[in-house]
T-cell receptor, first 118, second 113 residues
Framework: IAGITQAPTSQILAAGRRMTLRCTQD?????MYWYRQDLGLGLRLIHY???????GKGEVPDGYSVSRANTDDFPLTLASAVPSQTSVYFC?????????????????FGQGTRLTVV | AQSVTQPDIHITVSEGASLELRCNYS??????LFWYVQSPGQGLQLLLK??????LVQGIKGFEAEFKRSQSSFNLRKPSVHWSDAAEYFC???????????FGTGTRLQVFP
């Protein structure tokens, strides 16, 4: 089934540890995004990528890094996790940047990764 | 920079009542506007979107939204709410120039029988 796959679905991580959240899409979408969702704050954009080989900073990029070596994968790395990074992380993709800016495109979301940093 | 405001954190309605969820955006040029719905423990699903043309857009599940440039708004409406509509609703704005898709803080909808 076509779509976005995130792994792991949940993780408990000790503070100071390094962690990579994986995201893979099989729709050949150009644009990909990482969001974190926190109660009362909605979804905040961490990083995004318009196409393979390019990335950009979102609203809350500090403490996170991304890479886009190919079209399908967009991993998010926490180099040294802190408790404030406890959140639910969503990966998304769209055919074109800006969330899909043509009539027949939209952003598709993964099921999320629940990360707890202790 | 683009931004989205959803002034209502939590709304409660009775089943069968009408619904309007508010969304205001800030962006210098014409934005691309979206409404997404998130059921508990799930990812996000697109309800509808506005790019250009007719300012009243129809979406899935009986939802519609109207783009009003003069008010910088894109409110979501449904004439008769069903219990299954209970969820969190997010308004989002995307632009070609900035390549970002920015979300509001969400509105949680509770439906009473």
């Amino acid at each position: 089934i076509a779509g976005i796959t995130q792994a792991p679905t949940s993780q408990i991580l000790a503070a100071g540890r390094r962690m990579t959240l994986r995201c893979t899409q099989d729709m050949r979408h150009n644009a990909m995004y990482w969001y974190r969702q926190d109660l009362g704050l909605g979804l905040r954009l961490i990083h995004y990528s318009n196409t393979a080989g390019t990335t950009g900073k979102g609203e809350v990029p500090d403490g996170y890094s991304v890479s886009r070596a190919n079209t399908d994968d967009f991993p998010l790395t926490l180099a040294s996790a802190v408790p404030s990074q406890t959140s639910v992380y969503f990966c998304a993709s769209s055919d074109s940047p800006g969330g899909g800016t043509t009539d027949d495109t939209e952003a598709f979301f993964g099921q999320g990764t629940r990360l707890t940093v202790v | 920079a683009q931004s989205v405001t959803q002034p209502d954190i939590h709304i409660t309605v009775s089943e069968g009542a009408s619904l309007e969820l508010r969304c205001n955006y800030s962006y210098g040029a014409t934005p691309y506007l979206f409404w997404y719905v998130q059921s508990p423990g799930q990812g996000l699903q697109l309800l509808l979107k506005y790019f250009s043309g007719d300012t009243l857009v129809q979406g899935i599940k009986g939802f519609e939204a109207e783009f009003k440039r003069s008010q910088s708004s894109f409110n979501l409406r449904k004439p008769s709410v069903h219990w299954s509509d209970a969820a969190e609703y997010f308004c989002a704005v995307g632009t070609v120039n900035t390549d970002k898709l920015i979300f509001g803080t969400g509105t949680r909808l509770q439906v009473f029988p």
